[in-house]
């Protein structure tokens, strides 16, 4: 089975960083997703991990240490539309198959 | 990056009437798609892998006889709630998975639709 946790919720200010955690427990690993979903939107994809180390795309870069079990999504110089649900999904060993953590609501504040 | 659309966005039924769903892959050609439910406040919950040409694979504690899916072709998957109840009400969303150039395996979601059983 596999279980995946991260914050249920983060505060933020305009123009600053912030790190959304992701701590995973799985039988097979096959890559790491996170996902951006606006309220009452579907997820929008933002970034993919399979291998160890920092994949970095504009404002946000997200890491992953597999021996860890262990991932975060790192957003620079935020926005007030940066107010969203981060959600952290993995692929299991040999699967396509998502499955969602419950997600960070993120706010961000002026 | 690839466009799955999703229609209708929302829908109002009756108790006890049947709803069509349907998802497209605008630009690629998806040999699976997924359908997700959505209650509020809750993450996505993976209901049924359908891939194209064969019958979908459900998860547990979703009945297949109520939620029926046809994966028609490599562009159209379809969801239909059948004899919905009010406790149907959820934000159905779809997925179609995209092989970019071999190698990053990603799931692009559809806008969804949120579905109210009255």
């Known amino acids: 089975g596999q279980n995946i946790d991260q914050p249920t919720e983060m505060t933020a200010t305009e123009g600053a960083i912030v790190q959304i955690n992701c701590t995973y427990q799985t039988s097979g690993f096959n890559g790491l997703f996170w996902y951006q979903q606006h309220a009452g939107e579907a997820p929008t994809f933002l970034s993919y991990?399979?291998?160890?180390g920092l994949e970095e795309k504009g404002r946000f870069s997200s890491f992953l240490s597999r021996s860890k079990g262990y991932s975060y999504l790192l957003l620079k110089e935020l926005q007030m539309k940066d107010s969203a649900s981060y959600l952290c999904a993995l692929t299991g060993a040999g699967s396509y198959q998502l499955t969602f953590g419950k997600g960070t609501k993120l706010s961000v504040i002026p | 990056g690839a466009v799955v659309s999703q229609h209708p966005s929302r829908v109002i039924c009756k108790s006890g009437t049947s709803v069509k769903i349907e998802c497209r892959s605008l630009?690629?050609?998806?040999?699976?798609m997924f359908w997700y439910r959505q209650f509020p406040k809750q993450s996505l919950m993976l209901m049924a892998t359908s891939n194209e040409g064969s019958k979908a694979t459900y998860e547990q504690g979703v009945e297949k006889d109520k939620f029926l899916i046809n994966h028609a072709s490599l562009t159209l998957s379809t969801l239909t709630v059948t004899s919905a109840h009010p406790e149907d009400s959820s934000f159905y969303i779809c997925?179609?998975?995209?092989?970019?150039?071999?190698?990053?395996?990603?799931?692009?979601f559809g806008p969804g639709t949120r579905l109210t059983v009255l």
């Open positions: 630009d690629f050609q998806a040999t699976t």
């Open positions: 991990n399979v291998l160890d």
């Open positions: 997925s179609a998975r995209w092989l970019e150039g071999g190698f990053t395996d990603t799931q692009y």
